[in-house]
């Protein structure tokens, strides 16, 4: 091990991986943790020290859905902005959707992505490739080259594959090459048209409605291809009750299926759509009802939902200041999922170390690898944050070229100090933020 | 200013006091097409922007003409002959619009929420002239001037709304302004063709036309367009006219002097036979008359004047 020698200090150390959580010095050599070490740590050490004193020093964050507009959405994000919203929010690994324009389908286009995200992006981009052509759900990709290029899952971005013949033999490939598929549940025929919940709320909009049932039946019919497969899947985001209770219950029969929920789902509701028509409320999955809700936070709490994702959709103003059914479905979130997950704390319903949990080590494991943890000879991936701050969410701190949030204006808790990636300052003490 | 101004964007967020204001006021208004000189000043200097962006006939010369009974200045733009074939945004043609200052701009959109969109960004009053699936607030107010004029109130009377409720606003704003003034609401068509937790609207949902339609002191039929449809929400028309559509076996279930309503255009033979919508119970020409008179109160009431 050398170069640089960071010691961060005066924190609370939070790794639900490792179990450890208390007050803790987490040493960091070059690019590699060296040691986290409880209480005070060694004094008089040299290197470079970086006051967390009363705040967390917590696991980066690991993203799975996310849309990074790069390449042919450039007016929305691109890596870099991208990169830097990440760093903000507390990420050091971001999924990239291979939903792009064109799609990433082929292998030169994961080498590009990687090495773009290497050049420009302050957080480490993670290609998800497609898989099939084009994300048409017609022919598969070849994925081993992909995942050769560094696609670490591989998933239809926000489409399933519709024929379930094609789905369960992409599964089977996907399975020998060793990565996760990732379906997005919704079946596009009983969505046809839908842009918001199917229920009282559309009904008095006269907007159409995306039932529960798109997204329950894709939901089922993956865990039972999973069954017979043995293929690992991950599903999300998720939005359905009926959705966590059948992969509460696949868990429990031992299939490898995980799923994840997007920090907005857990807060916001369909009815206030009825409030402000804003256009910013039209995402994918769409914002459901009451009863939705509470089961994401039940699902979330029992850690049947694995991962919180920001579902980072960015979208510029020209495709919001439309009617709500014409705007471009998505909000930009990598800098408000943080506080979003820790209001949840707030409101007693996760513990400080699972929230930690489903945002580092829970996405991780998703896509088997070994980063959201503080322990000797991992990564240097690290975010320190006061969860006691509040942090009004407005256009001038938002990193991301796109500003579409509905939760502009408001005051979200946790403030991001500093983040590391890989031993380096990403974000903090040489920006406006002095520690 | 924006927002300060006085809309007419859904019936659904009137009160009952309100609607029953301006159908008051229609009530004066509708003496003015019966006089000789069909024309007050009461608008005269005001500019009223017809745009519509949806193809309307019915509507939109109801509006046209409704201004120009009280004098205002109109300008008609529609969707086809505007710049919006030429790629330009709602907003950016209601703001381009709203340089010459109109008072009032009276909105015909294919989405839903177009008018609330244009009342957070352009200072003039908004009247709602349908706005996809979502309502139709002027044709609400006209049917239930027109029931009221007929049925001597609507308080506890039992109207029969029946067809594609899913995809009309015409039924949404029926439904939510009919149950704000006490009717009894019963909305009927195929399961498609009911949308979700739709009784929350304030009605009673059914397939059954003859549960709907009997003691019926309203029946409200709706144009079935099959060929807009996106999907397929029933087989055939010959099979939608004999179980849902309107004839003169199943009228005989309804009150004796039950009105027959449709907002028009009738696919006649559909819906509706044309023995029925010919018929002494048809009031669907008073409708249209009404509609000349509530257009006028509602432009008369956004541009200042007390209900």
């Keep these: 091990m050398s170069g640089q020698r960071i010691w961060i200090r005066g924190g609370t150390v939070v790794c639900p991986a490792s179990g450890f959580e208390g007050p803790g010095v987490v040493e960091i050599v070059g690019d590699t943790i060296a040691a986290v070490h409880p209480g005070t740590g060694p004094s008089n050490t040299p290197g470079r020290v970086i006051d967390a004193d009363g705040a967390v020093v917590a696991p980066g964050f690991v993203d799975l859905h996310a849309h990074l507009g790069e390449p042919g959405d450039e007016y929305k994000e691109d890596l870099e902005t991208a990169g830097q919203a990440a760093v903000r929010g507390g990420f050091t690994s971001v999924c ?19 090495r773009r995200g290497a050049a420009t992006a302050a957080a480490r981009i993670l290609p998800i490739g497609a898989l099939t052509v084009g994300c048409e759900g017609k022919r598969l990709t070849e994925m081993y080259d ?13 489409r399933s594959v519709a024929d379930a013949g094609l789905f369960r033999r992409a599964m089977e490939y996907a399975k020998a090459v060793g990565v996760p598929v990732f379906e997005f549940p919704e079946d596009a025929s009983l969505s046809l048209g839908g842009v918001m919940h199917e229920g009282r709320v559309s009904t008095q909009l006269g907007l159409r409605g995306v039932p529960c049932a798109a997204e329950d039946v ?25 959705a966590v209770m059948a992969v509460k219950r696949a868990k429990e029969q031992g299939l490898p299926l995980t799923c994840a929920v997007a920090a907005a789902q857990l807060h916001l509701l369909d009815a206030s759509i009825a409030e402000s028509w804003s256009p910013h409320l039209h995402v994918r999955p769409p914002l459901r009802s009451e009863s939705h809700r509470e089961a994401l ?29 014409r705007a471009e479905p998505g909000m930009s979130g ?15 319903i996760l513990s400080l170390s699972d929230a930690v949990a489903r945002l580092a080590v829970g996405p991780a494991d998703v896509l088997g690898m070994a980063a959201g943890r503080l322990t000797a000879g991992a990564k240097a991936d690290v975010v320190v944050f006061d969860p006691s701050v509040k942090v009004r969410v407005e256009s001038a701190v938002l990193a991301s070229r796109s500003k579409n949030t509905p939760f502009l204006g408001q005051a979200l808790p946790g403030r991001v100090l500093a983040t590391l990636v890989g031993g380096r300052v990403a974000y903090g003490e040489d920006d406006e933020v002095k520690l | ?14 009160t009952a006091d309100e609607i029953e204001q301006l159908l008051d006021l229609a009530d004066t208004f509708s003496d003015i097409s019966r006089r000789p000189i069909k024309k007050v000043p009461t608008l005269r200097g005001r500019t009223i922007v017809n745009l519509f962006m949806e193809p309307s006939t019915r509507t939109r010369s109801s509006f046209e003409l409704a201004a120009k009974r009280l004098s205002a200045d109109t300008l008609n733009i529609s969707g086809g002959s505007s ?21 009032i701009i009276v909105l015909r959109h294919k989405d839903a929420g177009a008018p609330h969109l244009l009342s957070r960004h352009v200072d003039a009053s908004i009247v709602n002239a349908g706005d996809g699936a979502h309502e139709h607030p002027t044709q609400g107010l006209l049917d239930m001037l027109t029931i009221r004029q007929h049925c001597k109130g609507i308080a506890g009377r039992k109207v029969a709304i029946i067809g594609d409720i899913a995809h009309s606003r015409v039924a949404r704003s029926g439904i939510v302004g009919l149950a704000k003034l006490g009717a009894e609401v019963v909305v009927c068509g195929p399961p498609t063709m009911l949308p979700a937790e739709i009784e929350t609207l304030g009605c009673v949902a059914t397939s059954d036309r003859t549960q709907a339609v009997t003691d019926a002191d309203v029946v409200m039929m709706l144009r079935i367009q099959k060929e807009r449809l996106k999907e397929e929400l029933f087989p055939s028309d010959r099979e939608y006219s004999r179980i849902f559509g309107l004839n003169r076996t199943a009228l005989a279930l309804a009150k004796p002097d039950c009105l027959v309503m449709h907002p028009g255009p009738i696919n006649r033979g559909v819906e509706l036979e044309p023995d029925v919508a010919d018929g002494p119970q048809s009031v669907i020409l ?5 509609g000349l008179a509530v257009r006028m109160a509602v432009l008369y009431y956004c541009a200042g004047g007390a209900a």
Aim: aromatic residues 2%; glycine residues 10%; negative net charge.
């Design chain 2, 83 to 103: 710049s919006v074939v030429k790629g330009e945004t709602l907003l950016d043609t209601a703001r381009n619009l709203a340089a010459y200052r109109p008072d």
């Design chain 1, 218 to 242: 894709v939901v089922h019919r993956a865990i039972e291809l999973v069954r017979h497969t043995g293929a690992r899947v991950h599903l999300g985001p998720i939005s359905t009750h009926g």
């Design chain 2, 286 to 290: 008073d409708q249209v008359a009404n």
């Design chain 2, 1 to 14: 200013m924006i927002g300060a101004r006085r809309h007419l964007l859904e019936l659904a967020s009137m």
């Design chain 1, 146 to 158: 992909l995942c050769a290029a560094g696609a670490v899952a591989l998933g239809d971005g926000q």
């Design chain 1, 96 to 114: 990239a959707s291979p939903d792009t324009h064109p799609v990433n389908d082929s292998r030169a286009f994961t080498e590009y992505l990687v």
């Design chain 1, 334 to 348: 990598l800098q408000t999922t943080l506080g979003l997950v820790l209001r949840l704390v707030e409101q007693g």
């Design chain 1, 297 to 325: 936070r039940v699902g979330l709490q029992e850690g049947v939902i694995d991962a919180v994702t920001s579902n980072h959709r960015p979208q510029g103003a020209v495709d919001k200041e439309v009617p709500f059914a």
